[in-house]
């Protein structure tokens, strides 16, 4: 139980392009849902904290209008990468909890997107 | 502000022995601590949470300890296995305890066979 879905699992584009990535609850409802981003070697950073029905909370730092983030429902979230370039290359990963849950319960995650901008 | 730490260094051990993982942190006195396992190109997976009331958890091969005087947790995986080769990953609960995690930058773990 508990599996994240996370698509695409590899995207190569140009400089310039808006990459969509989904980020969904295959078998539970996710009022919650976490997006990443990990550089090589280094840990996850938290990009943002979505909210099923409301605005996400963005860390300091992350350009809201840079990365656009949606969660319509409770089992999907999107990441939209805006006009993407060479320095957004990176593997994105998204997380989820569990409608219901406590504050000390653990995250799935999804399989990550590695995005490489040319 | 809030730091976690975990050995840079790849740990190399022998099939069949003990691996023994640190995480450190300061600046905070999180009400718990969970450890994932991350393989190349993958999410992290969740496997033990420890909670600040709690010296020890034990799953299977896996033991996790918390110590909130030295504030440490140590992560042990008895009788290791090749397959046990990973980036092992520990978490703390965000400050504003908003189910957000902070996560140490792991510690990679080699069992040769």
């Known amino acids: 139980g508990a599996v994240v879905s996370q698509h695409p699992s590899r995207v190569i584009c140009k400089s310039g392009t808006s990459v969509k990535i989904e980020c969904r609850s295959l078998?539970?409802?996710?009022?919650?849902m976490f997006w990443y981003r990990q550089f090589p070697k280094k840990s996850l950073m938290l990009m943002a904290t979505?909210?099923?029905?409301?605005?996400?909370?963005?860390e300091q730092g992350v350009e809201k209008d840079k990365f656009l983030i949606n969660h319509a429902s409770l089992t999907l979230s999107t990441l939209t990468v805006t006009s993407a370039h060479p320095e957004d290359s990176s593997f994105y990963i998204c997380?989820?909890?569990?409608?219901?849950?406590?504050?000390?319960?653990?995250?799935?995650f999804g399989d990550g997107t590695r995005l490489s901008i040319l | 502000s809030q730091k976690i730490e975990q050995n840079s260094e790849a740990l190399n051990i022998q099939e069949g022995k003990t691996a023994t993982l640190t995480c450190n942190y300061t600046?905070?006195?999180?009400?718990?601590l969970q450890w994932y396992r991350q393989d190349p190109g993958r999410g992290p997976v969740f496997l033990l949470l420890?909670?600040?009331?709690?010296k020890e958890k034990r799953k299977e091969r896996l033991k996790v300890t918390f110590d909130t005087t030295l504030k440490q947790s140590l992560f042990h995986i008895t009788a290791s296995q090749p397959a046990d080769s990973a980036t092992y990953l520990c978490?703390?609960?965000?400050?504003?305890?908003?189910?957000?995690?902070?996560f140490g930058s792991g510690t990679r773990l080699l069992v040769r066979p």
């Open positions: 997380s989820a909890l569990q409608a219901g849950t406590y504050s000390n319960q653990p995250q799935h």
């Open positions: 078998d539970f409802q996710a009022t919650t």
């Open positions: 600046n905070y006195s999180p009400a718990y």
């Open positions: 978490a703390l609960e965000g400050t504003d305890s908003s189910y957000k995690l902070i």
């Open positions: 420890i909670r600040e009331n709690e």
């Open positions: 979505s909210n099923e029905g409301s605005k996400a909370t963005y």
